[in-house]
């Protein structure tokens, strides 16, 4: 009986661990991603602390190995500087973080989940951040994660050969400038927003005339009318919650919150990786973004800045993160956007 429980848990381990894909140099295949040969990274040995009552070191072994496809693209000298086409595999963040016990530092004022946001550090001590509802909530699981293969994709006419990373790396696949796509990760610590704004959920009028926008400590604009001057955009959604569920199926018009909030930042490798935006209501509900997940998409999935100037009950602000599945992080009845970066 052991021997048959053996076999079969090491039959389930080589399955988990095969190669998603094998080479197809002769492009038999309608696959455009696996014309290269797989090349393995070490897997890196990564322990998850923070705000968590059960630190832990990753089990990899446990995992499935997911594939993200990605156009690298780095910043030199403030200018875009294309890297190479690659199709990375590995073990998601959705997957790592999957039986992490979070435990907020303000848990008994506001226990949702989505203020809360991940550093990773690598070995050289560079950091990046990833919201939870980054990892989460979007419709597109499972598009963060850490690679221990990789291989290139190769145009078939220039037959480009794409510089090849040594180590393992994390790899954001929503983004379009690839700063946080740091290589060897060694934690993941958890954070969540630390500012107090205790949550009245019996308001009855949550009315915010006015949105505050904050840089640090700094409060750089009261923002009282709805800009008009941008382009709006028009969503057709199912609204659906984490909690409540479906809220309705309707139409979402407003304008996209990097644009109103793109004069009080600049594109950098710093903000790219470890800026923060926080939005807060005036029942104290509240989210996190990162610069990156605002500023930073390859995929056109933008936050929206929402005009509720006649709801009375929940304006005049409010957000639409288009991206994600759930509606959770739709924050209404702004009172203030913080801007903020890992100190």
């Known amino acids: 009986m052991r021997t048959k429980i053996f076999l079969i848990l090491f039959l389930t381990q080589c399955v988990l661990s095969m190669p998603l894909f094998s080479q197809d140099t002769e492009d038999k295949t309608n696959d455009f991603y696996d014309n290269d040969v797989t090349v393995n990274l070490p897997v890196p040995a990564i322990e998850v602390i923070g705000e968590v ?3 832990s070191k990753v089990d990899f072994s446990k995992l499935l ?26 073990y998601s963040l959705y997957d ?3 039986n992490t016990i979070v435990k907020k530092k303000l848990e ?6 989505i203020d ?6 690598n070995n050289k001590g560079e950091k990046v951040t990833v919201s939870w509802g980054e990892i989460y909530y979007p419709s597109n699981r499972n598009y963060i994660i850490i690679a221990v293969k990789v291989a290139r994709i190769v145009p078939s006419k220039t037959k480009d050969l794409w510089p090849l990373p040594t180590e393992s790396k994390l790899i954001i696949g929503s983004d379009l400038l690839t700063e946080r796509n740091i290589l060897n990760p060694v934690k993941i610590i958890v954070h969540s927003f630390s500012k107090s704004y205790p949550v009245n959920k019996e308001m009855t009028s949550a009315f915010s005339p006015v949105m505050n926008v904050f840089k640090e400590e700094n409060l750089v604009d009261s923002i009282k009318k709805y800009p008009t001057d941008l382009p709006v955009q028009d969503y057709h959604t199912v609204f659906y919650g984490r909690g409540k569920g479906i809220h309705g199926i309707k139409d979402f018009k407003g304008v996209m919150l990097k644009e109103v909030l793109r004069k009080y930042t600049e594109l950098s490798k710093k903000n790219l990786q470890t800026m923060m935006v926080a939005v807060i209501a005036k029942d104290g509900f509240r989210c996190v973004f990162t610069y990156s997940e605002l500023f930073n998409r390859n995929d056109f999935a933008e936050v929206l800045l929402i005009d509720r100037s006649t709801d009375e009950k929940f304006g005049a602000f409010s957000v639409f993160p288009t991206p994600d599945y759930f509606s959770d992080r739709a924050v209404k009845a702004i009172k203030e956007i913080r801007i903020f970066n890992l100190k």
């Open 65 to 90: 190995l997911r594939s993200v496809i990605v156009k690298e693209t780095v910043l030199i000298e403030g200018k875009d500087s294309f890297v190479g086409a690659y199709r990375y595999d590995g």
């Open 96 to 98: 790592i973080l999957n």
């Open 53 to 55: 009552s059960n630190p």
């Open 116 to 121: 809360v946001w991940v550093e990773i550090e």
């Open 108 to 113: 008994a004022e506001f226990g949702s989940m």
